[in-house]
């Protein structure tokens, strides 16, 4: 039933998912290489875990593939299959023991510091602070941060993403920030 490659990835999200809700599997693998790097990131930066973050994004998929045919395009495509794996990735955090370990997430690149090791270090403390700050945001927080900050998401799509309202994202980000800024004055 679908199209060749070529032709389907030259399609915007609105005609592949309607391709894709009448079962052209072709149309829905455009859709996946589309969309499959930003949300493996979003899970990653939800979980701190590759393993976990690849199984998250596959498990989403899958339920995005099952439930197309449900979907009413309120939200975009991509909105949409956010707030899949936004809550695939809630669900897997509340089904951890409390003390969960984000050494795996990789620290941002260090500054070329010139010859510098000291500043170097501090560098790679600083995103381990960092790093420690976001893994005890509360997961509601959490989610919320990583959307509008690594992802660029509006008030209005994080909204729809985690369903809640605009003025809830708005105060969750604040308060994660605050205790970002908290968490990090040492470091300013």
Known sequence: MGGTGDDLRDLDNGLLVARAAEGDDDAFAVLVQRHSGPLLALAYHMLGNLSDAEEAVQDALISAWRRLPEFRGDASFRTWMYRIVTNRCLNVRRGRAP???????????????????????????????????????????RACW???????????????????????????????????????????
């Open 99 to 141: 003390s969960v370990s984000l050494d795996a997430v990789s620290e941002p690149a260090a500054h070329d510091a010139g010859g510098e090791p000291a500043r170097a270090v501090e560098s790679a403390a600083a995103a381990a602070a960092l790093t420690q700050a976001l893994r005890d945001l509360h997961p509601a927080q």
């Open 146 to 188: 990583v959307l509008r900050e690594l992802h660029g998401l509006s008030y209005e799509e994080i909204a729809h993403v985690v369903g809640e309202s605009e003025q809830t994202v708005r105060g969750r980000l604040f308060r994660a920030r605050r205790t970002l800024m908290k968490e990090m004055a040492s470091w300013r």
